[in-house]
């Protein structure tokens, strides 16, 4: 399961390159952040082996600028917080978070 938040400008176009792929979503309009920016929350139901080509439509510049591994994440956590800020991504671009689910149940099912 990958949930992408987007910037409401560029959903529609990422909406319509994940549907030209196969794929489909289901979103929502969010806004958050500081400056409470309108985004899109997309829900992409993907199976592991198409996960890659999900992430290129949403996020394409993800390979660009790899993840903080967790151990650094961990690193920067003491007792009472960070010590350090956290990478944040650049204002305006997407954020993704990725889940493998052991299981699901809908109407369908």
Not at 29 to 44: D, K, P, V
Not at 59 to 76: H, K, T
Request: glycine content about 8%; cysteine-free.
């Amino acid at each position: 399961m990958v949930m992408a938040i987007v910037p409401r400008d560029e959903a529609e176009q990422i909406l319509q390159a994940l549907v030209s792929a196969g794929h489909t979503a289901t979103y929502t309009e969010s806004r958050g952040g500081i400056l409470r920016q309108a985004q899109h929350t997309l829900f992409i139901a993907v199976k592991e082996q198409d996960l890659q080509t999900v992430l290129d439509i949403v996020r394409p510049d993800l390979s660009q600028s790899p993840a903080p591994a967790p151990a650094a994440i961990a690193e920067s956590f003491g007792s009472f917080g960070p010590r350090t800020a956290p990478a944040m991504p650049p204002l305006g671009s997407s954020v993704v978070f990725i889940w493998d689910i052991e299981r699901y149940e809908g109407s369908g099912d």
